[in-house]
């Protein structure tokens, strides 16, 4: 069964960074986008970063030129790095992938406070 697995998140001070890690399975990895999502406190959840099967890439306005992400076809893992960290980014940050069904993992959560 697909299985995506978050893992990186914790606390960190503004301007700060974190490597978040999603390693997949279950499925054939490298035929698919990945997404990297994320649900602040009281908000719905959105989208922040996709990475195609090709590995273009697209981000939120608010995190384009501090977050990039990227994927290791042969460790079944996509990343999220994440740097000059606000308080705005708190959130829950959770992993994608959308076969037939859209799959997540059960999120890693992501402070970010002086």
């Known amino acids: 069964q697909v299985q995506l697995v978050e893992s990186g998140g914790g606390s960190v001070q503004p301007g700060g960074s974190l490597r978040l890690s999603c390693v997949a399975s279950g499925f054939t990895f490298h035929r698919y986008a990945m997404n990297w999502y994320r649900q602040a406190p009281g908000k719905e959840r959105e989208l922040v970063a996709t990475i195609r099967d090709g590995g273009t890439t697209n981000y939120e306005d608010s995190v384009k030129g501090r977050f990039t992400i990227s994927r290791d076809n042969a460790k079944n893992t996509v990343y999220l790095q994440m740097n000059s960290l606000k308080p705005e980014d708190t959130a829950v940050y959770y992993c994608?992938?959308?076969?037939?069904?859209?799959?997540w993992g059960k999120g890693t959560l992501v402070t970010v406070s002086s």
């Open positions: 994608n992938a959308v076969l037939i069904l859209s799959y």
